[in-house]
């Protein structure tokens, strides 16, 4: 159980393009899900908060005109990346709680998307 | 404010060793701490969680961790390590707050050798 997907898995895209990535929780519903970014052999850093039917919380610093979160169903979110950059290069991963029963306080992660941005 | 510190970037153990991967937190209330696993290019592994009750938790793969409330602690512990289990390692305190995010430490590299 507690199954997380992302797609696509690695993305190469030239700069000004934009890309989305999906977040799926498979196997179960998920009220909330978060956007991490993650750049080489460093930890995890959040962009937003993602509930499903209402708008994302986006953290300190994260432009929410460039990073667009949707979440429009309890086991979808996406995040789209617009006038991707190089600088916009980086992992991204997603996670997500479950809506309801006894793990809705630890998230459950997807595989990670990795964009390049030329 | 609310913090966790892996106090080690890198732990090498050897094959068939006990090993130990540090955490200390700093909270208000009573914390919710976590473990989670990274092997290269992948998401995060749930491995195991406090939350209330007994302070030696198990959790995947063999692994487990104390809760040491007096240190302020949650180190990562497994009685023999595995070449396999080298990877990546956060430790997370939940925020404070109705918003169940996790603050995050900077992650321990755990190299097993064979």
């Known amino acids: 159980g507690a199954v997380v997907s992302q797609h696509p898995s690695r993305v190469i895209c030239k700069s000004g393009t934009s890309v989305k990535i999906e977040c799926r929780s498979l196997d179960f519903q998920a009220t909330t899900m978060f956007w991490y970014r993650q750049f080489p052999k460093q930890s995890l850093m959040l962009m937003a908060t993602s509930n499903e039917g209402s708008k994302a919380t986006y953290e300190q610093g994260v432009e929410k005109d460039k990073f667009l979160i949707n979440h429009a169903s309890l086991t979808l979110s996406t995040l789209t990346v617009t006038s991707a950059h190089p600088e916009d290069s980086s992992f991204y991963i997603c996670?997500?709680?479950?809506?309801?029963?006894?793990?809705?306080?630890?998230?459950?992660f997807g595989p990670g998307t990795r964009l390049t941005v030329l | 404010a609310q913090s966790v510190a892996q106090p080690e970037d890198q732990v090498n153990v050897a094959e068939g060793n006990p090993l130990t991967v540090k955490c200390t937190y700093s909270v208000s209330g009573n914390p919710y701490l976590f473990w989670y696993v990274q092997y290269p290019n992948r998401g995060l592994q749930f491995l195991l969680k406090y939350i209330t009750g007994d302070n030696l938790v198990k959790g995947s793969y063999g692994f487990e961790a104390e809760f040491n409330k007096s240190q302020t602690s949650f180190h990562l512990k497994k009685p023999s390590a595995l070449v396999s289990d080298s990877a990546l390692y956060f430790c997370?305190?939940?925020?404070?707050?109705?918003?169940?995010?996790?603050?995050w430490g900077l992650g321990t590299s755990l190299a097993v050798n064979p």
């Open positions: 996670s997500a709680i479950y809506l309801a029963g006894k793990n809705t306080d630890t998230q459950y």
């Open positions: 997370a305190v939940r925020d404070t707050g109705n918003n169940r995010k996790l603050i």
